[in-house]
Protein backbone atom coordinates (compact mmCIF):
# COMPACT_ATOMS: atom_id res chain seq x y z
CA UNK A 1 0.00 0.00 0.00
CA UNK A 2 1.22 3.17 -0.99
CA UNK A 3 2.18 5.45 1.69
CA UNK A 4 2.54 9.16 1.48
CA UNK A 5 4.88 10.55 4.09
CA UNK A 6 4.97 14.12 5.44
CA UNK A 7 7.95 16.01 7.15
CA UNK A 8 7.93 19.50 7.61
CA UNK A 9 5.48 21.71 9.48
CA UNK A 10 5.82 23.30 12.92
CA UNK A 11 6.03 26.37 15.06
CA UNK A 12 6.01 29.91 12.89
CA UNK A 13 5.72 33.34 13.35
CA UNK A 14 3.19 35.68 11.59
CA UNK A 15 4.26 37.23 8.37
CA UNK A 16 7.25 34.08 7.73
CA UNK A 17 7.55 31.34 5.91
CA UNK A 18 7.59 27.29 5.70
CA UNK A 19 7.67 24.87 3.19
CA UNK A 20 5.71 21.10 4.30
CA UNK A 21 7.01 18.37 1.82
CA UNK A 22 5.14 14.82 0.82
CA UNK A 23 6.79 11.96 -0.69
CA UNK A 24 5.74 8.92 -1.82
CA UNK A 25 8.22 6.25 -1.94
CA UNK A 26 7.86 3.73 -4.82
CA UNK A 27 4.73 5.29 -5.96
CA UNK A 28 4.92 7.06 -9.32
CA UNK A 29 2.65 10.39 -8.93
CA UNK A 30 3.19 11.49 -12.84
CA UNK A 31 0.23 10.88 -14.06
CA UNK A 32 -2.56 11.59 -11.27
CA UNK A 33 -3.43 15.06 -9.49
CA UNK A 34 -2.36 16.27 -6.19
CA UNK A 35 -3.48 18.04 -3.74
CA UNK A 36 -3.22 19.81 -0.35
CA UNK A 37 -6.03 20.37 2.64
CA UNK A 38 -6.06 21.43 5.91
CA UNK A 39 -8.22 21.44 8.92
CA UNK A 40 -7.85 24.06 11.67
CA UNK A 41 -9.65 23.01 15.10
CA UNK A 42 -13.15 23.13 15.49
CA UNK A 43 -13.87 23.97 11.42
CA UNK A 44 -14.33 21.62 8.34
CA UNK A 45 -11.39 20.50 6.15
CA UNK A 46 -10.66 22.63 2.93
CA UNK A 47 -8.54 22.19 0.22
CA UNK A 48 -5.98 25.04 0.20
CA UNK A 49 -4.07 23.86 -3.78
CA UNK A 50 -4.10 21.32 -6.17
CA UNK A 51 -2.66 20.61 -9.34
CA UNK A 52 -3.72 18.67 -12.36
CA UNK A 53 -1.52 15.79 -14.03
CA UNK A 54 1.62 17.06 -16.44
CA UNK A 55 1.25 20.11 -14.19
CA UNK A 56 -1.65 21.29 -16.72
CA UNK A 57 -3.63 23.18 -14.21
CA UNK A 58 -3.20 24.97 -10.86
CA UNK A 59 -5.84 26.00 -8.04
CA UNK A 60 -5.43 27.94 -4.97
CA UNK A 61 -8.14 28.57 -2.12
CA UNK A 62 -8.97 31.97 -2.60
CA UNK A 63 -7.42 32.78 1.30
CA UNK A 64 -4.03 31.44 0.65
CA UNK A 65 -4.00 32.98 -3.58
CA UNK A 66 -0.55 34.79 -4.02
CA UNK A 67 0.86 33.64 -0.87
CA UNK A 68 0.83 29.81 -1.19
CA UNK A 69 2.89 27.54 -3.68
CA UNK A 70 1.91 23.62 -4.67
CA UNK A 71 4.61 22.22 -6.75
CA UNK A 72 5.69 18.65 -7.75
CA UNK A 73 9.13 16.79 -8.80
CA UNK A 74 7.40 14.01 -10.38
CA UNK A 75 10.80 12.47 -10.92
CA UNK A 76 11.56 12.09 -7.35
CA UNK A 77 7.63 11.58 -6.91
CA UNK A 78 7.48 14.10 -4.24
CA UNK A 79 5.10 17.31 -3.89
CA UNK A 80 5.80 20.73 -1.95
CA UNK A 81 3.47 23.33 -0.23
CA UNK A 82 5.44 26.47 0.17
CA UNK A 83 3.65 28.96 2.51
CA UNK A 84 4.92 32.87 2.76
CA UNK A 85 3.09 35.82 4.70
CA UNK A 86 1.65 33.12 6.70
CA UNK A 87 -1.17 34.74 9.13
CA UNK A 88 -2.44 32.77 12.30
CA UNK A 89 -5.21 31.88 10.48
CA UNK A 90 -3.30 29.81 8.55
CA UNK A 91 -2.89 27.47 11.43
CA UNK A 92 -4.06 24.06 11.26
CA UNK A 93 -3.23 20.38 10.17
CA UNK A 94 -2.05 20.25 6.28
CA UNK A 95 -2.69 16.95 4.58
CA UNK A 96 -0.76 15.82 0.98
CA UNK A 97 -2.99 14.43 -1.03
CA UNK A 98 -3.01 11.95 -4.37
CA UNK A 99 -6.28 11.71 -6.79
CA UNK A 100 -7.22 8.31 -8.11
CA UNK A 101 -8.03 9.30 -11.67
CA UNK A 102 -5.92 9.20 -14.39
CA UNK A 103 -4.50 11.72 -16.17
CA UNK A 104 -6.81 14.14 -15.40
CA UNK A 105 -6.75 18.06 -16.87
CA UNK A 106 -8.17 19.52 -14.21
CA UNK A 107 -8.39 19.27 -10.13
CA UNK A 108 -9.90 19.89 -7.78
CA UNK A 109 -11.07 20.54 -4.03
CA UNK A 110 -13.07 17.67 -3.17
CA UNK A 111 -12.15 14.84 -1.11
CA UNK A 112 -13.62 12.16 -3.16
CA UNK A 113 -11.23 12.70 -5.99
CA UNK A 114 -8.18 11.48 -3.80
CA UNK A 115 -7.67 8.23 -2.87
CA UNK A 116 -3.91 8.85 -1.09
CA UNK A 117 -3.57 10.51 2.06
CA UNK A 118 -0.39 11.77 3.72
CA UNK A 119 -0.54 11.48 7.74
CA UNK A 120 -1.07 15.20 8.26
CA UNK A 121 1.84 17.76 9.41
CA UNK A 122 1.14 20.70 12.28
CA UNK A 123 1.05 24.04 11.08
CA UNK A 124 0.98 26.70 13.71
CA UNK A 125 1.38 30.41 13.25
CA UNK A 126 2.19 32.05 16.59
CA UNK A 127 4.28 35.18 17.40
Known amino acids: QVQLVEPGGGLVQPGGSLRVSCAAPGFGLDGYAIGWFRQAPGKEPEGVGCISSEDGMRKYAVSVKGRFTVSRDNAKNTMDLRMNSLRPEDTAVYYC????????????????????WGQGTQVTVSS
Open 97 to 116: AVGWRPFPDICTFTGGEYEI
